[in-house]
């Protein structure tokens, strides 16, 4: 046998090609139902609010961690400054 005689052409007939068309459009509708379900879903879910307050929570809480640190460097800045003895009380 030659290889060319190993491999025939299958001819589909209508009726056959209608049914794969019929199948794959069942899987495609399947398949959007599930997605549009599953979006639904998302949406309606309270994680994205939760994640939007806790998100502002914890840049409030930065914000004030900062103000709270900045304000002990000037401190210290100023109590290191008063700490250091002046020129005119040295003179004895």
């Given at each position: 046998?030659s290889k060319h005689n190993?491999?025939?052409?299958?001819?589909?007939g209508g009726h056959d090609?209608?049914?794969?068309?019929?199948?794959?459009?069942?899987?495609?509708?399947?398949?959007?139902?599930?997605?549009?379900?599953?979006?639904?879903?998302?949406?309606?879910?309270?994680?994205?609010?939760?994640?939007?307050?806790?998100?502002?929570?914890?840049?409030?809480?930065?914000?004030?961690v900062q103000a709270h640190?900045?304000?002990?460097?000037?401190?210290?800045?100023?109590?290191?400054?008063?700490?250091?003895?002046?020129?005119?009380?040295?003179?004895?």
């Amino acid at each position: 046998m030659s290889k060319h005689n190993n491999f025939r052409r299958h001819k589909m007939g209508g009726h056959d090609a209608e049914e794969l068309k019929n199948f794959w459009e069942k899987v495609i509708q399947e398949q959007t139902k599930q997605r549009e379900g599953e979006e639904s879903r998302l949406r309606k879910s309270a994680l994205k609010k939760l994640r939007q307050e806790w998100t502002l929570q914890l840049e409030g809480r930065a914000r004030q961690v900062q103000a709270h640190t900045k304000t002990q460097k000037e401190q210290m800045t100023l109590l290191s400054i008063e700490a250091l003895p002046s020129p005119d009380k040295t003179v004895a």
